[in-house]
């Protein structure tokens, strides 16, 4: 057997307003004054009290990305080219300020301005030929645990797939959970969910050992206060901030299962974003996660979610079949669910009635 040695986050600040300390973290990484440090901040913020405590100097710039779909091979391609075009030499770094969508972007963005190429050719595992810039991610939403992975999900022009390596995880993140006031109830709820189907998933999989069990019995408990229990709103941002964390700290040394699996095929042939998609096929996997959808449903029920129907409807036979060679393109993730012989268990037809309810 040999065990993955795992790069981690190596610096993290955690606090309420903890983002007025951004100036004083990247005062010592400024290369020189020609060097900027490029943010790309969740557009959903061009008009907010956080773009005047941006501490920008000198040459420092702000490219505004809309988060409104997944981030995309060509929109990182893109935004490499112009910020080569631009400046003389590499920036200082890249800080991504936004949910799961910047948050990659930002990780892919710094990857691609020292590797050649294409984003495309470095979807899969450890391609990655050289270390990328100095990266910084600030969360502004709870739930992917984005913030401390080792991967950045983008949609290429033939796969939904991470850039997986040693190279990916962020230099320095910065927790400041007031960032996450403002996030719309649903939006809270969807990407929160996606951090407890992270440990239902990772707790109940085959793959599970003591490492990824102490994260996740953590983050779902966390999870379990803020969607159940009747906490303040400031505990809330807090423990759900450190749930996304935990919940990604779990599924590093394990793998996530069903629901991500299925969603992966929904995002691929109709752009259902990462957090719903993960709600929408959840419901229905009762026989695979029996108490986890039982405790989703109340929380859905606290919280007054109702989520789309009909989303699969009117779809062609065609369409499916995409969905389902997708899904069924994640091998890890179902071994993971369903063992070894998940193939006897999963089978087309099988997976084609679960598609055929969402
Ligand atoms: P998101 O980044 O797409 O944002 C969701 C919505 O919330 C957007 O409309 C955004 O504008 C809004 N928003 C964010 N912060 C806000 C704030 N403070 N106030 C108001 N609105 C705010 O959502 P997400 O669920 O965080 O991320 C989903 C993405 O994350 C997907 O692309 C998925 O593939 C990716 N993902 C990555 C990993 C990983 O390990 N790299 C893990 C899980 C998911
Ligand atoms: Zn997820």
Request: aromatic share 10%; proline share 8%; no cysteine.
């Given at each position: 057997m040999k065990y993955r040695?795992?790069?981690?986050?190596?610096?993290?600040?955690?606090?309420?307003?903890?983002?007025?300390?951004?100036?004083?973290?990247?005062?010592?990484?400024?290369?020189?004054?020609?060097?900027?440090?490029?943010?790309?901040?969740?557009?959903?913020?061009?008009?907010?009290?956080?773009?005047?405590?941006?501490?920008?100097?000198?040459?420092?710039?702000?490219?505004?990305?809309?988060?409104?779909?997944?981030?995309?091979?060509?929109?990182?391609?893109?935004?490499?080219?112009?910020?080569k075009e631009t400046f003389a030499e590499l920036p200082s770094g890249i800080i991504g300020i936004g949910g799961g969508t910047l948050l990659d972007m930002a990780k892919a963005v710094a990857i691609m301005l020292t590797n050649t190429g294409s984003s495309v050719d470095y979807q899969g595992w450890d391609l990655v030929k050289k270390p990328a810039i100095y990266h910084v991610g600030i969360p502004t939403i709870s739930g992917t645990g984005a913030e401390v992975s080792r991967t950045t999900v983008l949609m290429g022009p033939e796969k939904k797939l991470g850039i997986n390596s040693d190279f990916t995880p962020f230099d320095q993140v910065v927790l400041d959970p007031n960032l996450t006031i403002g996030v719309s109830k649903e939006q809270w709820f969807y990407t929160g969910m996606d951090c407890y189907i992270h440990c239902i998933e990772s707790l109940n999989g085959t793959y599970l050992n003591a490492f990824s069990q102490s994260y996740g019995e953590k983050a779902l408990e966390l999870c379990k206060e803020v969607y159940l229990s009747n906490i303040s709103a400031e505990d809330s941002r807090d423990k759900l901030m450190m749930a996304s964390w935990h919940g990604g700290m779990s599924i590093a040394y394990s793998q996530v299962g069903v629901a991500h699996a299925m969603s992966y095929g929904l995002a691929y042939v109709l752009g259902v974003k990462h957090g719903i998609g993960n709600c929408l096929v959840f419901q229905y996997l009762e026989e695979f996660y029996p108490e986890g959808v039982k405790v989703f449903k109340q929380m859905q029920e606290k919280h007054q979610i109702k989520l789309p129907k009909g989303v699969c409807a009117g779809l062609t036979d065609e369409q499916f079949e995409t969905m389902i060679n997708v899904s069924f393109g994640l091998a890890p993730l179902w071994e993971n669910a369903l063992g070894e012989n998940w193939k006897e268990i999963m089978t087309y037809d099988k997976l084609l009635s679960l598609y055929k309810l969402i």
């Open positions: 040695n795992f790069p981690m986050v190596p610096r993290v600040v955690f606090g309420d307003n903890s983002f007025s300390q951004l100036g004083e973290i990247l005062m010592p990484k400024r290369k020189n004054s020609e060097a900027p440090f490029i943010y790309l901040i969740d557009d959903v913020f061009e008009t907010k009290e956080l773009i005047s405590k941006i501490p920008l100097l000198f040459d420092d710039q702000i490219i505004f990305i809309s988060s409104e779909e997944e981030p995309k091979t060509a929109q990182v391609d893109a935004v490499v080219a112009i910020i």
